[in-house]
């Protein structure tokens, strides 16, 4: 491992003195007011504020002038900002920034005084793209503006498929996978589309096959608002000065002078922009865009700041032995979790050797997906599921070292854990060497009690984390801040290519929605891009659409990624930060493989110890991995007493100053402060639990600037890498006579059809209701019945029974529509015939001809259903599948008590499934909430329409059988639970679990509702 010959340095505006004098003054007994007065007068203070939030800005404002007494409130929400322009680092506005610095002789930071901030001003992204939306409608710009055709496009049979961004409805970032009509006249456009063509130019290549101007202009305008071809003025996170292109667009356009001299106005403000005039420049731009902008309530622009410096370097001493200790700790590199793994042995098991284009091979319904459904799941957007309980699992070699260490550090009453080198190798045993990127980063704080302590070795370093699989990961999106980081950090990633000089190392360049451009945009930093339904700031020739991507897994063992055009093999990579685990498939998918090869993830992790009360620090010689943490929760403070913080301090050694965890937020507290504590105990009232962490950023050890100001100092420490770079089933007895399988050409007729959940409810609502009633017409057909399944891939079973004597005329129809199928979809990827296995043990062998009635009298009801469902749309679903468990419920006669306490047991059995915590139960209510309206219909307002209504007498008769079969009420409940189970599993297409735990909460609640208002469950005879 090599250190590069440059990092950068993030601070906080203010200086760590100013957190400490502001306790000191709350402690002597001032007023919180006035402590905040004496700061918020700096202009600098102001400005910050001001990019920060403008509501709160305008407030300060006010108070300032005497015309507004803030609330409590406002005054906690402005002492927060304050303690956060002092202590953390993390670039944010002009609250904090970066200067770049340098490995030297001797350490030292000394900032220009002269010139100490240096901001860069730049359109807020929805700004940006309200502004190249009116420039591009302009009447002189309209016929000019380039169209592009969507690289998602791929042929399937006589379909187009392409993905395409949910705009009317869809939540923002969420994509859908579309199918049309692949006419002559659409291949048409798209391949004079593929590098550029006006709509003039598109409308007459359309003229010259007879279609009249009228018809061609309102066929382009679906393909617009369709996205199969897109817009140049779409945003690009890539291109240089995005507001200076759009101006040399509109120069040659004399007439559109007034329009010119706008955005020159607003350009060159921008430009000239300085710390002294931020404020009032920022307003009149609002001024001037207010016109032609529709944005309220939003600041227009977006702040970056840097803070130069006249020295800042790092002694080489540092430097190297810090080298050495970070290079001990890569041991501690578990495996980056991805779905990467599962998606090359799926790719495998199907393609083998093939090379298949990336779009075909990530298509849920005929590729192989990635990661996820086809469909959205409406019902459970905005819950986040806790990860799933994977049972007992003994512990690891590490885990049971750590257990050991921390057993031992408190039975010994140590406040700090000191790995030894033997530990480590503890730790690390029977790992494998840790696959390591060609490039990552360190970040971490470096604390020393001055320049000189520093460099005369006294230092401890606290690693925040180790990153990768690039340098430029947290560095891309600062690059434009300072011409020599940009130059640095370009280097650096030149270097990194040298690694693997025969392949193209190309920028994934994707923007899910508008208003991520403002963390998302950042220079073109490397020669080629991969677009992905985004604008590139790179020539055609250096673009690599994802139409143009080949994929193979050589012997299974790697995925391979091949530009076709270029011939050559592409390493995607992502500079910048960014979560994209929620993306479209293709993003996760090309974020997921530059981590292939290897990855950065260097870090302590308590696993199974994380909950414990109190955790030591751990430091291997001088590089604190993990800081002393703390769980404080409610049982355990019981803040009505006046003695318990300093009973809880004391019993768990908790310092003076500690810092207050949300996500990556976190607050410096004073636990001998009065407000501070007044904070811990609002965040313990409202969350049940907070994290602590010790704080180590104090005057003693931030060693940043000097004599008399000292800052927070946060590195980001570039390196390289060299590393090695790649490459019995058994089943239960059958306890009865009951015949169990049927082979094909028996009275069982058994499809398993491979294809996508999509396509599966296209063949529901399309294919199936025509072949069955074809199949009764002949007088082959007794019952059917239809199982979705998603393991190992997406399907749709489909069981059929012949009338005693017609097995041979059903097998015969049955697989002359297949072959019709298969002709005609190009959605199907296989279908199998199959044996059908009765699930004796599940139903009981004197029940398992009344389940399969009961299956097919289900399976019938469902097609209405379904196709009501694709009219009335995805909430619809939820309101019939309530009303169907409930009418279930019906035709067995369970009053409404046994309906909820069955419907509790399906809920507590999902909930420890999910290992539900107040997080995820939090927002399942809010969901009742928000669907309330709709369960509450389902169950006291069902009017059964008549296609369905048919059906009720049928279910009474068949749960009447099935009544005389069963011992006892558990033995009723345990087979309910599969009936209202394999009813769910027929209603929704995706996410079958989850859905099912979301509907049974939503009944219980509405269950317990009725029972507390006595009423009778409905009775719909």
């Not at 929805?126 to 169209?147: D, E, G, K």
């Not at 503890?426 to 360190?442: F, I, K, N, V």
């Amino acid at each position: 491992m090599q250190l590069h010959p440059f990092y950068v340095l993030r601070r906080p505006l203010l200086p760590v003195e100013t957190y400490f004098q502001v306790q000191h003054r709350l402690r002597q007994g001032h007023a919180l007011i006035d402590v905040l007065k004496a700061y918020y007068q700096h202009p600098y203070a102001q400005q910050a504020l001001f990019f920060a939030s403008s509501d709160v800005y305008q407030q300060c404002q006010q108070w300032l002038a005497g015309t507004l007494s803030p609330s409590d409130k406002v005054q906690k929400t402005l002492y927060r900002y304050l303690i956060r322009m002092s202590t953390r680092a993390t670039p944010f506005g002009l609250c904090s920034g970066i200067s770049l610095g340098k490995w030297g002789t001797v350490s030292g930071v000394t900032f220009d005084e002269a010139a100490p901030v240096r901001t860069y001003l730049r359109l807020d992204a929805m700004a940006m793209q309200q502004l190249l939306h009116y420039v591009s409608q302009l009447p002189a710009i309209w016929p000019t503006v380039r169209y592009r055709s969507n690289t998602t496009t791929y042929a399937i049979g006589a379909d187009l498929r392409y993905v395409e961004a949910n705009q009317q409805g869809g939540l923002p970032g969420s994509y859908a996978l579309s199918v049309t009509d692949n006419t002559e006249y659409l291949q048409q456009i798209l391949e004079r589309a593929r590098h550029g063509a006006t709509l003039p130019d598109l409308i007459t290549l359309l003229m010259q096959d007879g279609i009249e101007a009228e018809d061609a202009q309102g066929f382009l305008d679906n393909l617009i608002d369709n996205q199969l071809i897109q817009s140049e003025f779409d945003p690009s996170l890539t291109a240089q000065d995005e507001l200076g292109r759009l101006l040399e667009r509109l120069r040659p356009f004399a007439e559109q002078q007034p329009a010119i001299d706008l955005l020159t106005d607003v350009h060159e403000t921008l430009r000239r922009a300085s710390p002294a005039s931020n404020v009032p420049d920022c307003q009149r731009l609002d001024e001037l865009l207010a016109p032609i902008l529709a944005i309220e309530n939003r600041l227009l622009v977006q702040c970056d700041t840097y803070f130069p410096a006249s020295q800042n370097t790092i002694g080489e001493a540092v430097r190297e032995q810090l080298s050495q200790t970070l290079q001990q700790i890569l041991r501690l590199s578990p495996a980056e979790q991805t779905y990467l793994p599962t998606f090359r042995e799926r790719f495998y098991e199907r393609y083998e050797e093939q090379e298949v284009p990336l779009l075909l091979a990530l298509d849920p319904d005929i590729g192989v997906g990635y990661g996820g459904s086809s469909l959205t799941a409406a019902l459970l957007d905005g819950i986040d599921w806790p990860e799933m309980a994977a049972g007992d699992v003994p512990f690891t070699v590490a885990q049971q070292t750590m257990l050991r260490l921390f057993t031992e550090a408190m039975r010994l009453d140590e406040p700090r854990l000191d790995l030894l080198d033997a530990d480590l190798a503890t730790l690390t045993d029977g790992q494998p060497e840790p696959a390591l990127p060609a490039s990552g980063y360190w970040m971490g704080h470096l604390l020393a009690s001055s320049a000189e302590a520093l460099d005369a070795g006294d230092w401890q370093f606290h690693l925040v984390a180790g990153g990768g699989p690039s340098a430029a990961n947290l560095l891309g999106r600062m690059a434009h801040l300072d011409d020599e980081l940009k130059a640095q950090l370009q280097a650096s990633l030149q270097q990194e290519e040298a690694s693997e000089a025969d392949a193209i190392w190309a920028e994934i360049v994707h923007l899910p929605e508008a208003k991520l451009a403002n963390v998302l945009t950042r220079p073109a930093l490397r020669s080629y891009e991969i677009p992905i339904l985004s604008v590139s700031g790179v020539p055609d020739a250096y673009q690599i659409p994802l139409d143009d991507l080949l994929i193979s897994a050589p012997r299974g063992q790697r995925i391979v990624l091949r530009s076709r055009r270029l011939n050559k093999r592409v390493i995607p990579r992502l500079s910048t930060a960014h979560n994209f685990s929620m993306g479209l498939a293709h993003y996760r998918f090309l974020c997921d493989l530059q981590k292939q090869e290897g990855t950065l993830r260097v870090g302590w992790d308590w696993g199974p110890l994380s909950s414990q009360p109190y955790l030591p620090q751990v430091r291997y010689r001088n590089v604190i991995l993990s800081r002393a943490a703390w769980q404080l929760t409610k049982g355990v403070a019981p803040t009505s007493q006046a003695d318990w913080l300093a009973s809880w301090r004391s019993r768990y050694h908790v310092p003076r100053y500690v810092v207050m965890m949300n996500a990556d937020n976190e607050l410096p507290l004073d636990l001998e402060n009065g407000l501070n504590v007044e904070l811990l105990v609002d965040e313990l009232t409202k969350h049940g639990t907070v994290k602590l962490k010790e704080w180590l950023l104090n005057e003693q050890t931030c060693w940043v600037g000097g004599p008399t100001q000292h800052w927070v100092g946060e590195l980001i420490l570039p390196a390289s890498f060299t590393s090695k770079r790649s490459a019995t089933n058994t089943y239960a007895r059958a306890t009865s006579d009951v015949q169990r399988i049927f082979a094909p050409g028996s009275e069982w007729v058994y499809l398993k059809i491979v294809t996508g959940e999509q396509a599966s409810e296209r063949l529901l609502l399309t294919e199936l209701p025509i072949l069955t009633e074809d199949l009764r017409e002949a007088g082959s057909l007794s019952q059917w019945f239809y199982v979705r399944y998603n393991h190992p891939e997406p399907q749709l079973r489909v069981r059929f029974q012949s009338f005693p004597g017609q097995d041979g005329q059903l097998l015969g129809q049955v697989l002359a529509w297949v072959q019709r199928l298969t002709a005609d979809y190009g959605t199907l990827y296989r279908v199998q015939l199959d044996t059908y296995q009765r699930e004796v043990e599940r139903y009981g062998a004197a029940r398992i001809a009344l389940c399969e009635a009961w299956f097919c009298t289900e399976s019938e009801m469902l097609l209405p259903v379904l196709q009501l469902v694709s009219q009335e749309g995805e909430t619809s679903r939820l309101f019939y599948a309530c009303a169907l468990v409930d009418r279930l419920f019906e035709a067995w006669q369970l009053p409404l008590d046994q309906r909820d306490g069955l419907i509790t047991r399906l809920r507590d059995a999902f909930s420890r499934e999910f290992r539900a915590d107040t997080a995820l139960l939090v927002q399942l209510d809010k969901s009742y909430r928000l669907y309330r309206p709709v369960v509450h219909d389902a169950l006291s307002a069902f009017d059964a329409p008549a296609e369905l209504a048919s059906f009720a007498p049928q279910f009474r008769q068949l749960a009447s059988e099935l009544q005389t079969t069963l011992a006892d009420q558990n033995e009723r409940d345990d087979l309910l639970a599969s009936l209202i189970h394999m009813l769910l599993n027929r209603i929704f297409p995706t996410e079958n679990r989850r859905h099912e735990y979301l509907l049974y909460h939503l009944l219980k609640k509405e269950y317990t509702s009725l029972l507390k208002r006595n009423r009778p469950a409905p009775n719909r005879a």
